[in-house]
Nanobody, 122 residues
Framework: VQLQASGGGLVQPGGSLKLSCAASEFILDYYAIGWFRQAPGREREGISCISGSVGNTDYADSVKGRFTISRDNRKNMVYLRMNSLKPEDTAVYHC????????????????WGQGTQVTVSS
């Protein structure tokens, strides 16, 4: 299983970014994909996930209403649309795969990709 996050960058507060997670072929048919982030000096935080079957989604309270997770199984891609970004959203963002969509339960995620840096600053 291979995962690769991309799309990070520098954005002003209130701005938007769309992250992408490229997955190995057929992975999305069987695995849930979660997005996590980790800021310097802070614990890794699970922020969203999407199930591998019907596409159920879940979000952490810290991003609910601002972030939207989606997937395109034909392209083997999962996306995280981030709106109304705040400085506290600054972190390295990772995508990971698990059998079940569980936000924030790091131990259930077996496969991790390299992260992409998101910096929210004026």
């Amino acid at each position: 299983v291979q995962l690769q996050a991309s799309g990070g960058g520098l954005v002003q507060p209130g701005g938007s970014l769309k992250l992408s997670c490229a997955a190995s072929e057929f992975i999305l048919d069987y695995y849930a994909i979660g997005w996590f982030r980790q800021a310097p000096g802070r614990e890794r935080e699970g922020i969203s996930c999407i199930s591998g079957s019907v596409g159920n989604t879940d979000y952490a309270d810290s991003v609910k209403g601002r972030f939207t997770i989606s997937r395109d199984n034909r392209k083997n891609m999962v996306y995280l649309r981030m709106n109304s970004l705040k400085p506290e959203d600054t972190a390295v963002y990772h995508c990971a795969a698990a059998l079940v969509c569980t936000v924030g339960v790091t131990a259930t995620y077996n496969y991790w990709g390299q992260g992409t840096q998101v910096t929210v600053s004026s």
